[in-house]
């Protein structure tokens, strides 16, 4: 297993150079100059020029490209062209939402999901089977943002119990951070909710169906003996996938959500850095974007041969 | 065990009585246009960074309501008889955030970074031979002729401002951001706590002295109201309306238009015009460097495409904020007047393309830069484009978000080879009511402004009206400025607009209406 692991870790290297090489050259080939959106709306042709001069946007690409890959081996990300902080200081700033975003998330689709899935599965095509992927499939078909404002309407501005908008660090107290994670993360876990609980399902079912079930109910096993520890722990494997999916697609992609909740997360400064053609800042993020799916990757790999033990590396 | 349970009980107050510490602080939340990503105003025209700077930063001079300049930093001054050359005191009390005192050569150097970067700076600085200092609080400016312009330019409100920095600071090459945002104004930047795109506090200066003179626009007292000031960033114009009418702000810059009615109805919360000249003037820049536009008779057909009330209509809806002018300088302002107005007498789409077939176009596509992501720009440039198509005008609009727009307005190449004929775009009320300040209106050929007209006489009238004795030779000089824009069509303008603050009444008191820059610091919290 440990030498699995450092191959796995080791084959992240080529991964991670093909990453940094496609992401500089095609932001330095999409249209847009950072100079001209710092110079400003009444600045000259002239100052513009200036501007992308004293930054080395001027300099010849690989030229670049060589400098970055410098500071990258040394640890160094660089500094965002627009604050002139340091691109690890803006990722760090951003973690700590995220991270609470995406666990409070997966917090409220799994703890919805796996016993729907489950309950789903056990009665299958019953009423409550259909009543279940109905509320799974409108969870998903729902747009976020749709949701999100719907939310916010009755939940903080009709009857005032929950904020509107804002992240509160857990420095602040452990209440006002629930708080402000509660809308967000029933928005976002509705729809996460419904593709896990139909994942669940299909899984379900194809292990309910298998002879080992039978035996178990045969023998008199108590039915949430044999749903929870015979039939879901042999059906998790492509839970966790799904789960794991979730992870890497919460870490880099809920702009939406953060956006209309207002949480500072590493979505909302990817876009925010992508429209204002902060190179430095993407660069940095894409990075560790792909870090953190190859991470992902690696522990589902892993839980794999602790969940089904025929599993071996 | 007790003492485990203890030490957590322990972690776990501690950030309670942090938060409590923090609620008894009076904190203004407020949400901008934008958020605030650079520090230094002066490195960029950004409105946003000028806002900030005005927080941090104190200027020589303020301009009042009626931009009229009055003195901020400056105690006294004189202006001698020949007007040449002009003494400026700095008034007691005057200290920097790290506590050192501002002297003239912080003063100087400031002055000079400024004059090297921002456009009015500039056109200030060509007048001025030498700027001395006599002594720590006093120094002369010394002009090579008059220009009437020299206290209105130091204490103008729109970007950039005249912002005073300490000499290391101001000694930055002016092409690049100054690292630490240390000012002597009335509130003191915690750099610590930015979050770009997030969040950036400010907190009250205890040791700013503060003039006497009631608070007037950018000019008066600039008394710290509360103890920290919070610019939140909150992109989502919904998301900001809905924590305005639950008490989760106190201050909204600019709502959009659609929500204003909304906002009105709301309890606690009030709207004020930003000031006595309306927030913004629309614009529709032609390339003057590439067919057809290269031909005056080409652009003075397109202002037959222009129906002031259908941009107006689509971009603000309700017209009690908005206003037809039919003018380049801001109607209401001080130098509004109808030079020049007979030009855009009627929308005639018919004509226009018989007027543009004369001047030389034959079905060229004339390449319109569409910025697709942008509140009032997007939709007027769409107004725009089915007006030139309603013409039989071959529109090669292109979509892109605007910070496309601004990377390729500045390529002066040919539109078949990555130039442009046509962009849309905004400016200031207050900028644009000053033939000097309204940088637009120039026509400086490749030192001007994207788009870049060419017209000698227009600029000759720019400078006479710097140089004008009295504000009726400034009137008259305006009239004839405007008239010789409009023949050249500098611009065309589709009308203007007001997009009033919204902010808590109930929570929040002394809102300082100030079009183009929000004055924050005299804010108080109830």
């Known amino acids: 297993m440990t030498s699995y692991i450092v191959r796995r870790l080791f084959a992240t290297l080529p991964v991670m150079a093909v990453v940094a090489l496609f992401v500089f050259f095609l932001l330095r080939f999409a249209p847009g100059d950072p100079a001209a959106i710092i110079a400003g709306d009444d600045a000259t042709a002239e100052s513009i020029a200036a501007v992308r001069v004293k930054l080395g946007l001027d300099r010849p690409m690989v030229e670049q490209f060589v400098v970055w890959v410098g500071q990258l081996l040394q640890g160094d990300m660089g500094v965002s062209i627009f604050s ?110 419904a593709l896990i609980a139909r994942i669940t399902r299909a899984s379900m079912l194809e292990v309910l169906a298998q002879d080992y079930i039978r035996t178990a109910n045969s023998k008199g096993l108590a039915t949430d003996r044999v749903l929870l520890l015979h039939a879901l722990k042999n059906a998790a494997v492509p839970i966790v996938t799904v789960i794991g999916i979730g992870i890497a697609l919460l870490i880099s992609g809920v702009v939406i959500t953060e956006t209309v909740f207002n949480i500072p997360g590493l979505g909302r400064l990817t876009v925010d850095a992508v429209l204002k053609r902060d190179y430095p800042v993407v660069q940095g993020l894409i990075l560790v974007f792909a870090g953190a799916k190859v991470l992902v990757n690696l522990i589902i790999d892993i839980s794999y041969a602790f969940l089904d033990p025929r599993i071996r590396y | 065990m007790f003492r485990r349970i203890l030490a957590g009980a322990l972690a776990l107050a501690v950030p309670f009585a942090a938060a409590d510490v923090q609620a008894q602080e009076k904190v203004l939340k407020a949400v901008m246009h934008a958020d605030v990503r650079v520090i230094d105003p002066v490195w960029t025209t950004q409105t946003i960074a000028n806002i900030h700077g005005a927080l941090i930063y104190d200027t020589l001079f303020g301009n009042d309501g009626n931009q009229k300049p009055q003195p901020q930093m400056v105690g006294k001054y004189e202006i001698s008889p020949d007007r040449l050359t002009y003494t400026f005191t700095l008034r007691d009390g005057l200290k920097f955030h790290d506590g050192s005192p501002v002297t003239t050569k912080d003063v100087i150097a400031s002055l000079k970074r400024w004059g090297a970067k921002d456009g009015v700076g500039q056109r200030l600085m060509g007048f001025v ?257 089915q007006a030139m198509r309603e013409a039989g005008i071959n529109v090669d609009a292109q979509s892109m978000d605007w910070g496309s727009v601004v990377t390729r307005r500045a390529k002066k190449e040919p539109p078949a080879q990555g130039g442009w004929n046509i962009f849309v775009t905004t400016s200031g009320g207050v900028g644009s009511s000053n033939p000097v300040l309204h940088t637009w209106i120039g026509a400086a050929c490749d030192k001007g402004l994207f788009g870049w007209p060419c017209d000698p006489e227009v600029e000759k009238l720019r400078n006479a009206f710097g140089m004008a004795a009295t504000e009726e030779e400034r009137k008259k000089i305006a009239k004839e400025l405007q008239t010789r824009a409009m023949e050249q069509v500098v611009f065309l303008p589709f009308g203007q607009w007001d997009t009033p603050i919204a902010f808590r009444g109930d929570k929040i008191d002394n809102v300082v209406p100030n079009t183009g820059l929000a004055v924050l610091w005299g804010i108080t919290k109830k």
């Open chain 1, 84 to 193: 002139n902080l340091a691109v690890t200081r803006l990722i760090a700033q951003r973690l700590e939402p995220t991270v609470a975003l995406t666990l409070s998330t997966l917090f409220v689709a799994v703890a919805l999901a796996v016993p729907i899935g489950v309950v789903a599965a056990w009665k299958a095509r019953k009423l409550v089977d259909r009543l279940a992927m109905a509320f799974a499939v409108l969870g998903f078909a729902m747009p976020t943002f749709v949701l999100a404002y719907i939310l916010i309407y009755f939940f903080a501005v009709q009857w005032q119990l929950l904020p509107v908008q804002g992240y509160a660090p857990i420095k602040q107290g452990f209440w006002p951070f629930v708080e402000s994670l509660i809308l967000p993360s029933v928005a976002l876990g509705i729809t996460y909710m």
């Open chain 2, 129 to 385: 031979t030498k700027m001395e200092p006599v002594d720590d609080k006093t120094f002369t400016m010394v002009l090579r002729e008059p220009y009437g312009m020299v206290l209105e330019s130091l204490g103008k409100s729109q970007s950039s401002i005249a912002a005073i920095m300490r000499e290391k600071d101001a000694l930055t090459d002016p092409q690049q951001q100054v690292k630490e945002a240390v000012g002597s104004g009335p509130y003191m930047f915690a750099k610590d706590q930015w979050v770009p795109g997030s969040k950036a506090v400010y907190l009250k200066n205890k040791d700013y002295v503060p003039r006497t003179e009631a608070p007037s626009s950018f000019a008066g007292a600039k008394i710290p109201g509360v103890d920290r000031i919070e610019l939140v960033w909150i992109s989502d114009p919904q998301t900001t309306m809905s924590a305005l009418i639950n008490g989760e702000i106190d201050f909204y810059e600019q709502p959009t238009n659609d929500f204003l009615p909304l906002l009105e109805k709301a309890r606690g919360v009030k709207l004020m015009k930003t000031g006595k000249i309306d927030s913004t003037q629309g614009m529709i820049r032609l390339n003057h460097l590439h067919p057809p536009f290269d031909n005056v008779k080409a652009r003075q057909a397109m202002y037959y495409l222009i129906n002031q009330e259908d941009f107006l209509r689509t971009i603000v809806g309700d017209p009690k904020f908005y206003r037809v002018c039919k003018g380049l300088l801001t109607c209401g302002g001080p130098y509004e007047n109808d030079g020049g107005s007979e030009l855009m007498k009627e929308y005639n789409p018919k004509k226009a393309l018989q007027l543009l077939k004369e001047a030389g176009y034959k079905g060229e596509p004339i390449t319109v830069l569409s910025a697709t992501d942008h509140a009032t720009i997007t939709p007027a440039t769409q107004v725009l484009v």
